[in-house]
């Protein structure tokens, strides 16, 4: 009798214990892998897309060099409370199944100059413009245009793996190429 209790004990537990973390990532936040090197220098990530025959060289430098770990909040989802500059994850507009960590550029009613041509263009209302900070791997508002707000899930405000790099986000913003309404 003592064993089915102590399981049925442990069950209660899990299960209250699984329902306040859903809940609390559902609502307040969750934590993300950064994978890819669109965001570097800002996130280091490790990313897993080495051939075969690399394969235990990634392992090596992955333990050497692990992806950053990142806390997204979702308070500024309630009134859409973003800044210029913030660093967000939001879901792809191409493919809903893939997640972006990038950079906002834009807001809406902005205008945005297209890096690297004279293009400008303003964000329609309930969009926004993203970009990595490394511009020469990042698939961003440059390949697949304005982000609807709704994609987006949420506000990466600190890095919180691996340890040696723990630490706020910084917010940088792109003033020489936004012109405010």
Not at 55 to 69: E, G, N, R, T
Not at 104 to 123: N, R, T, Y
Not at 149 to 162: E, K
Request: one cysteine or more; glycine letters at 8%; charged letters at 20%.
């Amino acid at each position: 009798m003592g064993k089915w209790s102590t399981m049925w004990l442990f069950t209660k537990k899990s299960v209250t214990g699984a329902l306040i973390g859903l809940t609390i990532s559902d609502r307040y936040g969750f934590i993300v892998p950064v994978t890819g090197s669109s965001m570097h220098p800002t996130f280091s990530a490790c990313d897993a897309r080495f051939p075969g025959y690399l394969k235990d060289f990634f392992v090596y430098s992955c333990s050497l060099h692990p992806a950053d770990v990142v806390l997204v909040e979702k308070f500024c989802l309630e009134k859409y409370k973003f800044s210029h500059g913030d660093v967000i994850t939001f879901k792809s507009p191409t493919d809903h199944k893939q997640n972006f960590v990038k950079r906002l550029i834009a807001l809406p009613g902005d205008w945005v100059q297209v890096p690297e041509s004279s293009e400008i263009l303003k964000i329609p209302e309930g969009h926004c413009w993203v970009e990595g900070d490394n511009a020469a791997c990042s698939l961003d508002s440059r390949s697949f245009g304005f982000v609807p707000l709704g994609l987006i899930q949420g506000r990466v405000t600190h890095v919180i793996w691996p340890p040696q790099r723990i630490s706020q986000v910084e917010r940088k913003k792109a003033i020489e190429r936004i012109s405010p309404h």
